[in-house]
Nanobody
Framework: QVQLVESGGGLVQAGDSLRLSCAAS????????VGWFRQAPGKERDFQAA????????YYADSVKGRFTVSRDNAKNTVYLQMNSLKPEDTAVYYC???????????????????WGQGTQVTVSS
């Protein structure tokens, strides 16, 4: 079992940056791939970024390429999502999710993941 807790959300202005954290407890986190998804009000939850369990591969939605960076620190059992040049349309609840030894383009799908955090709100004002 893996427990995930997101943090780092908040209210920022357009153009600002935020770094979200996904802290894990439980089993060996270094063997888990982690994805970031977001859900805006009235919309479906969408994939944003993911990092393979080795950390050697990262994946991004087209809408965030060049602005968001996913990374991991296995010593701290934490995965980060650095978000730069934020836009009002980035406003959403952001979730992290984990799957054991995950890799590949399948990480862009919700059903690939076994564990989810509770989410953290990001609000970007114009």
């Amino acid at each position: 079992q893996v427990q995930l807790v997101e943090s780092g959300g908040g209210l920022v202005q357009a153009g600002d940056s935020l770094r979200l954290s996904c802290a894990a407890s439980g089993r060996t986190f270094s063997s888990y791939a982690v994805g970031w998804f977001r859900q805006a009000p009235g919309k479906e939850r969408d994939f944003q970024a993911a990092i393979s369990w080795t950390g050697g591969s990262t994946y991004y939605a087209d809408s965030v390429k060049g602005r968001f960076t996913v990374s991991r620190d296995n010593a701290k059992n934490t995965v980060y999502l650095q978000m730069n040049s934020l836009k009002p349309e980035d406003t959403a609840v952001y979730y992290c999710a984990a799957v054991n030894m995950g890799a590949g383009l399948g990480l862009g799908r919700e059903f690939a993941y076994d564990y989810w955090g509770q989410g953290t709100q990001v609000t970007v004002s114009s």
